[in-house]
T-cell receptor, first 115, second 112 residues
Framework: AQSVTQLGSHVSVSEGALVLLRCNYS??????LFWYVQYPNQGLQLLLK??????LVKGINGFEAEFKKSETSFHLTKPSAHMSDAAEYFC?????????????FGAGTRLAVHP | DADVTQTPRNRITKTGKRIMLECSQT?????MYWYRQDPGLGLRLIYY???????NKGEISDGYSVSRQAQAKFSLSLESAIPNQTALYFC???????????FGPGTRLTVL
């Protein structure tokens, strides 16, 4: 079965600084990969997804992620953090164990943005 | 109007009570899921259903049951609630391809 590791449960950056949230997955076959964001008291919203097309994926709100097969990574970046980016971010990978296609989520990374 | 709705949004109950959480969707998706979210653990899959007659246990199904009343409705029940079932519960839907999931706003359940 697939698994997802998000390095760093909490990340803190200054407004305007680079945001880098790390995600590694376990798979020998390139899966579908997703980043979701959860704002306080809300459900999860899709930021971006990798579905075996371009390895650099652009999402909403200026976020992007690069699929690196050799590193089994799918790190999320944003060049310049904004206060409104403060949220919890989840990386997820598709899993087809048992013939059913499901998502496996990482534990999440809470991003804090300070002035 | 929201595509995926959950009721109630908040619920406080006592140990031993039976609780039902409801999920409805207007996206026309066949697939529906129930997750629970706990701090530091991310989202864990409780049950999933790929159509009305296809229901499967997820990673943490013990203590839970589900009912898929129609394509658009998927309910989660706690037969006898216990305090460690205190969590945030999410319903989600997806299409057959791509596996992108769409989430409801969540139900915050507290079991005293």
């Amino acid at each position: 079965a697939q698994s997802v590791t998000q390095l760093g449960s909490h990340v803190s950056v200054s407004e305007g600084a680079l945001v880098l949230l790390r995600c590694n997955y376990s798979s020998s076959v390139p899966p579908y990969l997703f980043w979701y964001v959860q704002y306080p008291n809300q459900g999860l919203q899709l930021l971006l997804k990798y579905t075996s097309a371009a390895t650099l994926v652009k999402g909403i709100n200026g976020f992007e992620a690069e699929f690196k097969k050799s590193e089994t990574s799918f790190h999320l970046t944003k060049p310049s953090a904004h206060m409104s980016d403060a949220a919890e971010y989840f990386c997820a990978v598709s899993d087809e164990t048992g013939g059913y296609n499901k998502l496996i989520f990482g534990a999440g990374t809470r991003l804090a943005v300070h002035p | 109007d929201a595509d995926v709705t959950q009721t109630p949004r908040n619920r406080i109950t006592k140990t031993g009570k039976r609780i039902m959480l409801e999920c409805s969707q207007t996206k026309g998706h066949d697939r529906m899921y129930w997750y629970r979210q706990d701090p530091g653990l991310g989202l864990r899959l409780i049950y999933y259903s790929f159509d009305v007659k296809d229901i499967n246990k997820g990673e943490i199904s013990d203590g839970y049951s589900v009912s898929r009343q129609a394509q658009a409705k998927f309910s989660l029940s706690l037969e006898s609630a216990i305090p460690n079932q205190t969590a945030l519960y999410f319903c989600a839907t997806s299409e057959r391809v791509n596996n992108e999931q769409f989430f409801g706003p969540g139900t915050r359940l507290t079991v005293l």
